[in-house]
């Protein structure tokens, strides 16, 4: 139990997400229960991990989360290892939202990404179909968003984009799409930033420089591709071909990256398989799934193209995110700290109690 690296997981406490304050005590070592001096509430040691108030062994939930992470159907599972469907599918659920805590917390942070591929995946649904759309950082194979949608339109392009200008930094970036339309106003409307007057009202928006935007499109016959164009729709052939150099060495402007981690997310994901049986039965069930395995993909497997003179290294390894390769167990057991606190808006003065809550907790801590 180390006080250290443990925080306030409570969204009611001012001291909440903060480490190394001091407010953090032990409260019982046998139920690993910790107490905050600043709420004055006890909480968990799993609070905020997929693993809070389980009853069954931590162990036995990895094991169950690391077969479906790699594509083991859950009717093996259940056969093999005897436990309900139902409780397979609450733990698969679990660690989908935990590996979009994970995801959110550590990959969507600002950061040069200089290529980014992006490309939609065709799923079929029980009554209907599903689009999934993926993006992933070119130079270090990092997934960087997911988001699904029953439609292959605009809305479903613009989240996509949202998530990926979190992860970047206002750097030269190079965005390779399929022949989407929508993907390039999506790109051009949501690489913006505003522009600061120092006057009242919604301030004007200025796009990002150096953004550069080319379109792989491809022409089949019989479902087999005859024509490849690309195009370079923003920016200068001379410049997309330096961030391309950079990212990814020798080649052309392709999307062959995004396509080899659609076909990993095929292997790993049931309801992704061409000509298959495996339906998924709703939309959420597949935002799990794509977080479990987008996470486990990202944290826990080394990736063949990412060799080192110490070995191989994970897409988290290689983007700088962490020093080793994660346990399923690490990944799921990884806390979350909430958003920091900030003082409710209110009328008229502070209270003195408020006013030392603020100076407590709102300034520049660890």
């Not at 613009?158 to 390039?184: H, K, M, Y």
């Not at 729709?233 to 330096?242: L, N, Q, S, Y």
């Not at 606190?341 to 801590?365: E, F, V």
Request: charged share 25%.
């Amino acid at each position: 139990m180390d006080l250290a690296t443990t925080f306030c997981p409570r969204l009611a406490c001012p001291a909440r997400g903060q480490t190394g304050q001091g407010n953090i005590g032990i409260h019982s070592r046998k139920d690993k229960r910790f107490l905050c001096t600043a709420c004055h509430k006890t909480f968990s040691a799993t609070k905020g991990t997929a693993f809070y108030r389980l009853r069954t062994a931590a162990e036995t939930v990895t094991l169950v989360v690391t077969l479906l992470a790699h594509g083991c159907p859950p009717q093996a599972i259940v056969v093999a290892l005897g436990f309900d469907e139902r409780t397979v599918a609450s733990w698969m659920a679990r660690g989908g939202v935990q590996g979009q805590a994970v995801q959110e917390h550590l990959v969507e942070q600002p950061r040069d990404l200089g290529q980014v591929q992006a490309d939609e995946i065709r799923v079929k649904k029980q009554g209907g179909i599903v689009w999934m759309a993926l993006a992933m950082r070119i130079s270090t194979r990092l997934w960087l968003a997911g988001e699904g949608s029953e439609h292959r339109d605009m809305p479903l392009i613009r989240r996509l984009i949202e998530r990926v200008r979190r992860c970047a930094a206002p750097r030269p970036l190079l965005v390779c799409t399929d022949g989407l339309c929508s993907s390039i106003r999506a790109i051009r409307e949501t690489f913006r930033a505003p522009v600061p007057t120092g006057k009242g009202g919604r301030p004007r928006r200025r796009p990002w420089r150096h953004v550069l935007i080319a379109q792989v499109v491809k022409r089949y016959e019989r479902r087999r591709v005859v024509e490849t164009e690309r195009r370079i729709v923003d920016g200068t052939p001379a410049r997309v071909e330096t961030l391309r150099r950079r990212s990814q060495g020798g080649g052309v402007i392709n999307t062959a990256y995004i396509e080899r981690l659609n076909a990993t997310f095929r292997a790993r994901l049931a309801s992704l398989t061409r000509r298959g049986r495996a339906l998924a039965r709703r939309t959420l069930t597949l935002q799990d799934g794509m977080y479990l395995s987008g996470t486990v993909y990202n944290f826990c497997t080394p990736h063949e193209s990412l060799c080192v003179a110490g070995g191989k290294q994970t897409p988290a390894m290689a983007a700088g995110i962490t020093d080793h390769c994660w346990t399923v167990r690490e990944l799921l057991s990884f806390p979350v700290p909430p958003p920091r606190w900030t003082p409710p808006k209110q009328r008229g003065r502070p209270s003195h109690a408020l006013k030392r809550l603020i100076a407590r907790w709102c300034g520049d801590h660890g």
